[in-house]
């Protein structure tokens, strides 16, 4: 929780530390954005904590990008924008067109979602760490999920 929490601050402080142009700026066709990698960090992150919440039967099972309604606000067609709506998967060109709202909305939802993706980890009993997760299709163990979508997040920031 030390790593991923860590992880999740060090993300958040260098982009709050950004210009607006620093920000939304694009190194190039396969160097997205700090927004767009926050974002991608974030909804990964939000997949995560709502399918933890539902395999241990707890409420909010919903992602925060579904309560917020943020597709539809932020004008992005859901099934366009990657794989479950994260952005893994996009061509290049249809991530560099992706247009986000301003930086404290990109943050904001990053924030909400780390909380949530902390608090759904945090209530997983001791005991169900080392158990396959539900519906896993590498017969990967919580744990081993937990570690995998923090090291993506770490990723980011290399």
Same mark, same amino acid.
């Given at each position: 929780m030390r790593f991923y929490t860590l992880t999740h601050e060090r993300l958040l402080k260098v982009s709050v530390d950004l210009s607006t142009d620093q920000f939304f700026r694009s190194g190039g066709p396969s160097l997205h954005s700090v927004a767009w990698q926050l974002w991608h960090s974030a909804r990964w992150d939000d997949v995560f904590a709502a399918h933890l919440q +539902? *395999?241990?039967e707890r409420e909010p @099972?919903?992602?925060?990008?579904q309560r917020e309604g943020l597709a539809e606000k932020w004008s992005f067609t859901p099934g366009s924008i990657g794989r479950r709506d +994260?952005?893994?998967g996009m061509d290049d060109a249809s991530a560099e067109r992706m247009r986000f709202p301003?930086? +404290?909305a990109v943050i904001d939802? +990053? @924030?909400q979602v780390f909380d949530f993706a902390i608090s759904a980890i945090s209530a997983i009993p001791d005991? *169900?760490?080392t158990i396959v997760a539900k519906d896993d299709r590498d017969g990967d163990t919580y744990l *081993?999920?937990?570690i995998t979508i923090s090291s993506i997040s770490a990723g980011i920031l290399e």
């Open positions: +539902a *395999d241990f @099972r919903n992602e925060v990008w +994260a952005g893994t301003g930086q +404290a939802y +990053a @924030r005991s *169900d760490l *081993d999920n937990v």
